[in-house]
């Protein structure tokens, strides 16, 4: 048996061993805090209640959760250790748990936790809860994959949580960071009953369709600042999302990959296009039910969207399969982007943020909300409109009546 000296040796060595893994934390917070670049202020930040106790911020691989966790305790807390914001990836968190960093820094009088990356701990969402009710004094934000189903399949966390989706860059975020400007967002009601006033204000402080093709081909992850080849760095977070966020967080084995990355191609050259699942299945080699399982799986990774009549969704077959945004089209198939599937892929992207997005049943593009019929084109058929259709006219800087133009739909968010 151990004597009592022992125990106690033992004991503040394991004390010093925790001690020097929290400052060796704050060190590194500090560190990232101080050297965050965010040059854009994500309109989320200001979105959030932050007096709620737990919040998750969701979103695709690349679209900038670490930088806007950082942000937020810059803004907030400097380097205050108040705030602590750590990484997943430690491997300080596979022979130690969530709980006990949560008690150490409590007991140091820490107030926020902000957690990045938690779907790579094994018990994270049991764990979360019972921080919540073990330290009540506690404040935690944590990111996570847009796979992961936080309320409609979580029972640790879909009463306690408030969940948010930080999305990529929109047009007018991508706008103002080229431009040098401060436009704010417009609400869809505001863009269709004063677009033309809108319009005109923009244009009169820059030309925006100067910088519309590029936001096409790489605005919309802000990855794009950095200097790296922005075509390379998205094929391989493309991989990624597949890899770590549907294999990883949907429990898939490797052997599936294949068949996941081909079905995915074959539905990004053929978008928007209506899904063959028969066919799909055949050449992909598996079942229906798994075709349709994996294309909601690229749709949750942001990937894809899948687009449904008014009152159908899944797991009924999709009316049509969209390209998530613009920049995937542009790295899948470099030269060859059909313009027409552009222009609806950038609308649909850009309106689902806030809107129910349908297949319209009039012969037309888009349903929204169930109430207003759009129809995306460089103009109207034949120079003419229709007074009950809204356009979504490409290659116009302002519109005219029930005519607006494409990029201002940028501005929503």
Same mark, same amino acid.
């Given at each position: 048996?151990?004597?009592?000296?022992?125990?106690?040796?033992?004991?503040?060595?394991?004390?010093?061993?925790?001690?020097c893994?929290?400052?060796?934390?704050?060190?590194?917070?500090?560190?990232?805090?101080?050297?965050?670049?965010?040059?854009?202020?994500?309109m989320?930040?200001?979105? %959030?209640?932050?007096? *709620?106790?737990? /919040? !998750?911020i969701?979103?695709?691989?690349? +679209?900038?959760?670490?930088?806007f966790?950082?942000?937020?305790?810059?803004?907030?807390?400097?380097t205050?250790?108040?705030?602590?914001?750590?990484n997943?990836?430690?491997f300080?968190?596979?022979n130690?748990?969530?709980?006990?960093?949560?008690?150490?820094?409590c007991?140091?009088?820490?107030?926020?936790?902000?957690?990045?990356?938690?779907f790579?701990?094994?018990n994270?969402?049991?764990?979360?809860?019972?921080?919540?009710?073990?330290?009540?004094?506690?404040?935690?934000?944590?990111s996570?994959s847009?796979v992961?189903?936080l309320?409609?399949?979580?029972?640790?966390?879909?009463?306690?949580?408030?969940?948010?989706?930080?999305?990529?860059?929109?047009?007018?975020?991508?706008?103002?960071?080229?431009?040098?400007?401060?436009?704010?967002s417009?609400s869809?009601i505001? %863009?269709l009953e004063? *677009?033309e006033k /809108? !319009?005109?204000?923009i244009?009169?402080a +820059?030309?925006?369709?100067?910088?519309?093709?590029?936001?096409?081909?790489?605005?919309?992850y802000?990855?794009?600042?950095?200097?790296?080849?922005?075509s390379?760095?998205l094929?391989?977070?493309?991989n990624?999302?597949l890899?770590?966020?549907?294999?990883?967080?949907?429990?898939?084995?490797?052997?599936?990959?294949?068949k996941?990355?081909k079905?995915?191609?074959?539905?990004?050259?053929s978008?928007?296009?209506?899904?063959?699942v028969?066919?799909?299945s055949?050449?992909?080699?598996?079942?229906r039910?798994?075709i349709m399982?994996y294309?909601k799986?690229?749709k949750?990774a942001?990937?894809?969207?899948?687009?449904?009549?008014?009152?159908?969704e899944?797991?009924?077959?999709?009316?049509q399969?969209?390209v998530?945004?613009t920049?995937?089209?542009?790295?899948?198939?470099?030269?060859?982007?059909?313009?027409?599937?552009?222009r609806?892929?950038?609308?649909?992207n850009?309106?689902?943020?806030?809107h129910?997005?349908?297949m319209?049943?009039?012969?037309?593009?888009?349903?929204?909300?169930?109430?207003y019929?759009?129809?995306?084109?460089?103009?109207?058929?034949?120079?003419?409109?229709?007074?009950?259709?809204?356009?979504?006219?490409?290659?116009?800087e302002i519109?005219?009546k029930?005519?607006?133009?494409l990029w201002l739909?940028?501005?929503?968010?």
């Amino acid at each position: 048996m151990p004597s009592r000296h022992c125990k106690i040796y033992f004991f503040l060595l394991l004390l010093r061993q925790n001690i020097c893994i929290v400052e060796s934390f704050y060190k590194t917070h500090k560190y990232l805090v101080e050297h965050v670049q965010s040059p854009v202020r994500r309109m989320l930040m200001d979105e %959030i209640d932050w007096t *709620h106790r737990l /919040i !998750a911020i969701k979103g695709s691989r690349g +679209v900038g959760k670490t930088t806007f966790l950082l942000q937020y305790a810059k803004e907030n807390f400097g380097t205050s250790r108040d705030c602590l914001y750590v990484n997943f990836n430690n491997f300080y968190f596979t022979n130690h748990s969530l709980i006990e960093l949560a008690e150490m820094f409590c007991n140091d009088g820490g107030k926020t936790l902000l957690l990045d990356q938690v779907f790579k701990y094994e018990n994270w969402s049991n764990e979360l809860k019972e921080c919540y009710y073990r330290f009540p004094q506690l404040h935690i934000v944590f990111s996570g994959s847009s796979v992961m189903r936080l309320i409609e399949d979580n029972d640790d966390l879909k009463d306690i949580v408030a969940s948010y989706n930080l999305r990529g860059f929109s047009f007018r975020e991508f706008l103002n960071l080229q431009a040098g400007k401060k436009f704010p967002s417009y609400s869809l009601i505001d %863009i269709l009953e004063n *677009h033309e006033k /809108i !319009a005109k204000d923009i244009c009169s402080a +820059v030309k925006p369709l100067d910088y519309f093709q590029d936001y096409m081909h790489h605005g919309y992850y802000p990855f794009f600042l950095e200097e790296r080849n922005f075509s390379e760095n998205l094929l391989k977070t493309m991989n990624m999302m597949l890899e770590v966020d549907i294999l990883l967080i949907k429990q898939i084995e490797l052997k599936y990959l294949s068949k996941i990355r081909k079905l995915l191609y074959l539905l990004m050259i053929s978008s928007p296009g209506t899904p063959n699942v028969s066919q799909l299945s055949k050449e992909i080699e598996t079942s229906r039910a798994t075709i349709m399982n994996y294309i909601k799986y690229l749709k949750d990774a942001r990937l894809l969207n899948t687009l449904y009549a008014e009152g159908d969704e899944y797991p009924k077959k999709p009316n049509q399969v969209y390209v998530h945004n613009t920049n995937l089209m542009y790295a899948v198939a470099p030269g060859n982007v059909d313009k027409l599937a552009e222009r609806k892929t950038f609308f649909y992207n850009a309106l689902h943020a806030r809107h129910k997005v349908n297949m319209c049943k009039y012969n037309l593009d888009f349903s929204i909300d169930q109430t207003y019929h759009f129809k995306c084109s460089n103009k109207p058929e034949n120079g003419k409109s229709y007074s009950k259709v809204i356009y979504a006219a490409d290659e116009i800087e302002i519109g005219n009546k029930n005519v607006i133009p494409l990029w201002l739909f940028g501005f929503l968010y």
